[in-house]
Nanobody
Framework: QVQLVESGGGLVQAGGSLRLSCAAS????????MGWYRQAPGKQRELVAH???????TYAGSVKGRFTISRDNAKNTVYLQMNKLIPEDTAIYYC???????????????WGQGTQVNVSS
């Protein structure tokens, strides 16, 4: 069974930093794109950033220059370094893998359970 497990959320003051981690577990051979999404209360889930298996990155405009996504393919782990946090970054952050090769078959659209990030003003 494949799982994505996020960690690193918490409460931080505006201007502070947090680092989120998401580790994929299971008999994984490869993962295509890994990404971070977030959902604030009353809002739709939105893309924060994603990274391809060869390291190409994409960021939402609202986080560009403040957040950095990275991944360790050997550990099947993706990270999100969040700096200069603002109250508008408050949300549940979800990890996603768009396509995973697991035990000879593809799994699509795998999500983690989410980790809460709260930024106080």
């Amino acid at each position: 069974q494949v799982q994505l497990v996020e960690s690193g959320g918490g409460l931080v003051q505006a201007g502070g930093s947090l680092r989120l981690s998401c580790a994929a577990s299971g008999s994984i051979f490869s993962i295509n794109v890994m990404g971070w999404y977030r959902q604030a209360p009353g809002k739709q889930r939105e893309l924060v950033a994603h990274i391809t298996s060869d390291g190409a990155t994409t960021y939402a405009g609202s986080v560009k220059g403040r957040f950095t996504i990275s991944r360790d393919n050997a550990k099947n782990t993706v990270y999100l370094q969040m700096n200069k946090l603002i109250p508008e970054d408050t949300a549940i952050y979800y990890c996603n893998a768009d396509r995973m090769l697991v035990s000879g078959r593809y799994e699509y659209g795998v999500w983690g359970q989410g980790t809460q990030v709260n930024v106080s003003s």
